[in-house]
Structures are given as C-alpha cells and as structure tokens.
C-alpha cells in the first residue's frame, strides 16, 4: 500500500486531473495505493469535489479540516491519516510530476527510508522566486544543526517508520523539510524538472514565504539570539572606543567644537532600533514557547471521507 497526501486549498480546477494523472501512474503497477486529499479550508468548490471524488473512487479519501491551519498542519493531518507502508507527500497544484512517484518507490526498494525530489528546474516561477528560494536553503543550512538539501521541497516518499518518527514531534510552529532530515534515516533524491502549476493561482505568498523562513529558521537555530549578543557586544565596542576618542578630543583640541546634538540623536536612534530588534527576537522565541505550552490540537476536522469511524 502505497498513500498519497495531498494538502489542498482553493484547488477546484486542479482536483479532477490529479487525481487522474496519479491513479494512471498507479494502475499500471502492482501496488495498492490511496490519495488523502486535506482540504485546508479552501472557499472554493474543493471540499465539495474531494467528496464527488471519494464517492466515485473510494481509494480517494478526503479530509476537510474545520479552517485554514497552514499547510504544514494540514499535510500533518494527512500524514496522521495515512495507512500505507510508504507516504508520498505531493502538492495538489501538479508542479510535481506524479510520474516521478515511481522513481521514488524504486529507490525505496533499494532500501532508502526518504526519498526526496531535487529540483534541476523551476518552470513558471519568477526569478524572485528562484532566487529567494536558493538563499533561503544555503542560510538554513549555515546557520542550522540540520542539512537540508538544496533545491527540494516537501515532494518526498518516506518509510512508515520515517512517518511514525516524525509525528512523534508535536510542535506547533511546523517544518517539515527540517522535521524529516533530523530524525535522520538512510536518505537519497531523485532529480525531476518541475512543471508549472496545471491551473489557478500560487497560494504562498511573500507574506507566507516569509513566515515559513521565520518558523525554520526559529525552530532549528539559535542564531538570531545570538546575533542580538553580537551586536551588544559590538555596541558596547564602539561606545568604549568613542568615549576614549571624546575624552582625547576634549583635553587636546579643546578649542574645537564637538557636534553633539546630531550625533546624539543618530546614536540615541540607532541604539533604540538595535534594542527594538533584540526584543522582537527574544518575542519571537517566546511566542513559540507560548504556541506550545498552551498544548491545543494541531487542527480540527470538520468531516471525514473513507475513513472508519
């Protein structure tokens, strides 16, 4: 058995032919397979048509989450809800190649517990787009205890034992990309070229990009609070160097007018950003302690479709 999880949110044009292209893949093999489509909280008619889908095809199982939860919770759910011996992780918008599932089951044959999809191209995507995307996962692997590898994304198969390891980890502010190389197993990549999305629009903005970043680099690196030390320290190197220069100032050049008011003011400003940032660091720690402590559900299910009660 061989599951498929497939987060969706406002993906009413893209359903019919996903679900298409992966039970062609799969019925030209051996293997048993379901497609566990998540619908996020979609506004659009996709809680609806994962119905219609269930009711026509009952390997097609259907989760329909109260509200939107992000898409790491989401493919958690999906992940808690998959029966199979190996999980596919695959985005609803067709930008992975369903085809490319069956060079990751070969390799998982061979032994591999993770087999992750390594991007060689990008098509359809703005040059912003590439270039953030390639900075992010060379600052991540910098500055993090964790290598992950460049150019992938959360289009992977993974062992039922992987998939058991890693929702052992309940943490709210999710990674996944970074969930599933910490617990570590025998990994590998299969190169693909990625497609542009079959239809609609993309749904991660700069907004949600830039969330996605923060929760990464936040959940696996201390490096933020320690670039607040750093600048203390270099503040308070500067400050003990310019208190020795006015002092030199004032009993040499005594006849030359030091400019205080505008230097005061820059020095009073800077010090007050540099101070800003520092405590909207340690508050984004500590919302995520917050996140935690409270111990809500990860999400809540509106309604089920394939599965016992």
């Given at each position: 058995m061989i599951s498929i999880v497939s987060p969706v949110h406002n993906e009413e044009p893209v359903l019919h032919e996903l679900h298409r292209r992966i039970a062609e893949v799969f019925d030209a093999t051996e293997h048993?397979?379901?497609?566990?489509?998540?619908?996020?909280?979609?506004?659009?008619?996709?809680?609806?048509?994962?119905?219609e889908l269930h009711e026509k095809d009952n390997r097609v199982k259907g989760i329909i989450l109260s509200r939107n939860f992000t898409f790491q919770v989401a493919v958690t759910a999906g992940l808690e809800h998959a029966t199979g011996e190996a999980v596919v992780l695959i985005d609803a918008d067709l930008q992975d190649p369903p085809e490319v599932i069956l060079d990751m089951i070969a390799k998982w044959k061979e032994g591999y517990d993770v087999v992750y999809g390594v991007r060689s191209s990008r098509a359809g995507e703005t040059w912003f787009k590439k270039f953030t995307a390639k900075a992010f996962y060379r600052i991540i692997?910098?500055?993090?205890?964790?290598?992950?590898?460049?150019?992938?994304?959360?289009?992977?198969l993974m062992d039922r034992g992987v998939v058991d390891a890693v929702l052992q980890m309940r943490e709210r502010n999710r990674f996944l990309r970074g969930?599933?190389?910490w617990v570590g197993y025998k990994q590998t990549g299969v190169t693909y070229k990625r497609s542009a999305r079959f239809a609609g629009e993309t749904k991660f903005t700069i907004r949600k990009m830039t969330r996605f970043a923060v929760d990464a680099i936040t959940g696996y690196s201390y490096f933020p609070l320690q670039i607040a030390t750093y600048f203390g320290f270099l503040i308070a190197f500067i400050s003990a160097v310019a208190i020795i220069l006015v002092i030199i100032a004032r009993l040499f050049f005594p006849e030359q007018p030091l400019l205080g008011q505008a230097t005061t003011l820059v020095a009073v400003l800077f010090l007050g950003s540099i101070q800003l940032i520092s405590l909207g660091i340690v508050g984004e720690y500590l919302g995520r302690i917050y996140d935690e402590v409270r111990e809500r559900p990860l999400y809540l299910v509106d309604k089920k479709h394939g599965f016992d009660e």
């Open positions: 048993e397979w379901e497609l566990v489509l998540v619908d996020d909280g979609s506004r659009d008619r996709s809680a609806e048509i994962i119905r692997d910098r500055i993090t205890g964790i290598n992950i590898p460049v150019d992938t994304g959360d289009f992977r969930m599933v190389t």
